[in-house]
């Protein structure tokens, strides 16, 4: 990866060599690792067996959860927070699990409505709930840097499996669960 970003510094103009620019191959490489390092992890490594035999069939909701994602078409950040809930079915999940899970996909390169489905699949893989909803709002940068350069606009996704698909009063408690998040 390092010869190839001194090739993009060289297209573009710049000279690879000059003293700010020296150790930027090596920066955007440790970068671009750290930044989809998701591919290399799985479900059931991050779970970790953290699945527990409860008696419950309520709403477990973890809202706000950041997220930082790169857009697979341009390269460039997107960021934002998902709100991921299930429908527990004599089964609950360590709840720090949740952005694990979050994280996994979202350290890869994504588009944000393949994000949100791979979240609540992966959550309905794990738990066998009732039901499973996400929804993910994000800023998208290649939105405002680039193209239309909308400052304000965000995108928002959502994927609702199960109960939280079939039943409208399930569906409509988690979104008043994360309208009463928002910050």
């Not at 020296?22 to 290399?40: C, H, I, M, N």
């Not at 992890?41 to 035999?53: E, P, R, S, W, Y």
């Not at 699949?121 to 800023?139: K, N, Q, S, W, Y």
């Amino acid at each position: 990866m390092h010869d190839h970003v001194r090739e993009i510094l060289r297209a573009i103009g710049e000279d690879p060599d000059r003293e700010g620019l020296k150790k930027t191959p090596q920066r955007v490489a440790e970068s671009y690792r750290f930044l989809t390092a998701g591919y290399d992890q799985d479900l059931q490594h991050i779970v970790n067996g953290a699945v527990f035999t409860e008696r419950a069939d309520d709403m477990i909701a973890v809202c706000d959860i950041e997220l930082h994602s790169l857009c697979e078409h341009h390269l460039l950040p997107f960021v934002g927070k998902a709100h991921v809930a299930y429908l527990a079915q004599d089964k609950i999940i360590g709840l720090s699990k949740i952005p694990r899970i979050v994280d996994m996909f979202a350290r890869r390169l994504q588009v944000q409505e393949r994000l949100t489905r791979q979240v609540a699949e992966a959550v309905m893989e794990v738990l066998e709930p009732l039901g499973v909803g996400v929804v993910i709002e994000a800023d998208h940068f290649c939105m405002r840097m680039r193209g239309v350069e909308k400052q304000s606009s965000y995108a928002v996704t959502s994927c609702m499996l199960g109960r939280f698909r079939a039943d409208a009063k399930t569906r409509a408690e988690f979104l008043t669960l994360v309208q009463q998040t928002r910050r």
